[in-house]
Nanobody, 122 residues
Framework: VQLQASGGGLVQAGESLRLSCVAS????????MAWYRQAPGKQRELVAS?????????DYADSVKGRFAIARDSAKNVLYLHMTGLNVGDTAVYYC???????????????WGQGTQVTVSS
């Protein structure tokens, strides 16, 4: 099982970006997905999460509420993060995360993507 994140880049304050994360491999089911970020010198923090089962509930960090939107294409096992109104404080490496049940072990385990850099200039 792999998570492949993409879509990061260098943008100016106020602009938008869309991150994508593709889950691939011997997947039986995905139960939860999320985006985290880690800025230089800071701990990794949860940005947004979505429950894949049970109603697609979403949750956001206070710092991104109203600006970011998490979404999922269940048919393609793709997770998105639509980011608008970006500011310098959003500069970080963004990681996708998912809890996945794989065919090999049939157990649910957390997986991390490799991260994609988002840099916002003022």
């Amino acid at each position: 099982v792999q998570l492949q994140a993409s879509g990061g880049g260098l943008v100016q304050a106020g602009e938008s970006l869309r991150l994508s994360c593709v889950a691939s491999g011997n997947i039986v089911e995905i139960t939860d997905m999320a985006w985290y970020r880690q800025a230089p010198g800071k701990q990794r923090e949860l940005v947004a999460s979505i429950q894949v089962s049970g109603g697609q509930n979403t949750d956001y960090a206070d710092s991104v509420k109203g600006r970011f939107a998490i979404a999922r294409d269940s048919a393609k096992n793709v997770l998105y993060l639509h980011m608008t109104g970006l500011n310098v404080g959003d500069t970080a490496v963004y990681y996708c995360w998912a809890r996945i049940r794989d065919r090999a072990s049939y157990s649910r385990r957390p997986y991390w993507g490799q991260g994609t850099q988002v840099t916002v200039s003022s």
